[in-house]
């Protein structure tokens, strides 16, 4: 169940994720409060970044309000050729910031999954680094320093993950796996041998990666979008952001608190258009050789500490 047994390459991790509102301004406006860095606007496409080296991570379009599907980065152009072929898909350029290449994939539900290789990086936007904590043990990490957190928008780095509602769960694994060739960190039974979910990492090798880039969940109802989570630059900017969207009279969906799974600690928001939308921080970093586990949903919907998550939806096998 840890490592995937053959694939057609090995993604490196999530790149974006693409949207379609009504309301452009009203969206951008959020995207901003939320911490993201708009950098331009390409044949009607509005672009956001984080402070991380990516072009952008966040896509934006006019339209009903729609999830438009995810990128995932390929590591270089003979990976992209390679599922481009496996698919029989072609290989285009992509006429957006950055730059670079890509094979547009349909996965078993109908999302649109872009593969992207060749992207030219951005130097790092430059950000206050975190300061020490003072406690326990290392109650002197932090001398003749005063912890003094600015107000605002949360600094988002990256994208880090992308839920996904699924019809099947077996089929839509075999399909992330055997193109992807993600690792399952921790598989989802509604009861001793009944999966259906997984949250999937990068195989790496022993390099380091995120407890999860892609989960795949099988809820008994229709396919769709379920949430994507941006990574931020600490606790105290998760903290302080959270009080910024509340000012901002957004709708606060689930958080504060710390995962059990992956251990992020999470703060959950709905944009105007009601996607759901994660600020998180300080997850697990699994190597391949980590393995995985397995969870019942009592884990997957539990907290460390912090809010109990609210309502949670009914799974089904």
């Not at 452009?24 to 009607?44: S, T």
């Amino acid at each position: 169940m840890g490592r995937a047994l053959v694939s057609v390459i090995k993604a490196v991790d999530v790149a974006y994720v693409r949207f379609a509102v009504p309301d452009m301004a009203r969206q951008r406006a959020f995207l901003k409060d939320f911490g993201m860095i708009e950098v331009g606007e390409v044949d009607g496409t509005v672009y956001l970044r984080g402070a991380g080296e990516a072009q952008f991570c966040y896509a934006l379009s006019l339209g009903e309000p729609a999830f438009l599907g995810l990128g995932i980065w390929a590591k270089d152009r003979a990976d992209l050729e390679a599922i481009a072929a496996h698919d029989g898909v072609m290989v285009e350029a992509i006429n957006s910031p950055g730059g670079g290449f890509r094979a547009r994939l349909t996965d078993p539900d109908g999302f649109c999954v872009d593969v992207v290789a060749g992207q030219a990086m951005n130097p790092p936007v430059a950000t206050t680094t975190p300061l020490a904590w003072n406690e326990g043990s290392n109650r002197l990490s932090r001398v003749s320093t005063f912890r003094r957190t600015p107000a605002g928008p949360s600094t988002v780095q990256r994208l880090g993950h992308v839920v996904l509602a699924v019809r099947d769960f077996r089929t839509s694994e075999a399909w992330y796996k055997q193109r992807f060739g993600l690792l399952t960190s921790d598989e989802v039974q509604a009861a001793p041998g009944i999966a259906i979910g997984a949250f999937m990492r990068a195989d790496r090798g022993e390099h380091p990666a995120d407890h999860h880039m892609i989960v795949c969940v099988q809820t008994g109802g229709p396919a769709g979008y379920m949430h994507s989570a941006f990574e931020v630059a600490s606790v105290d900017d998760l903290m302080v952001g959270h009080d910024h969207l509340l000012a901002g009279g957004y709708t606060a969906q689930w958080g504060v608190g710390r995962h059990i799974l992956g251990s992020q600690v999470f703060d959950y928001w709905l944009d105007p258009f009601g996607n759901e939308i994660e600020h998180w921080t300080d997850g697990d970093q699994l190597c391949a050789s980590d393995g995985g586990g397995v969870a019942g949903m009592d884990v997957v919907l539990g907290v460390q500490w912090g809010m109990q998550m609210p309502s949670p939806p009914e799974m089904s096998a």
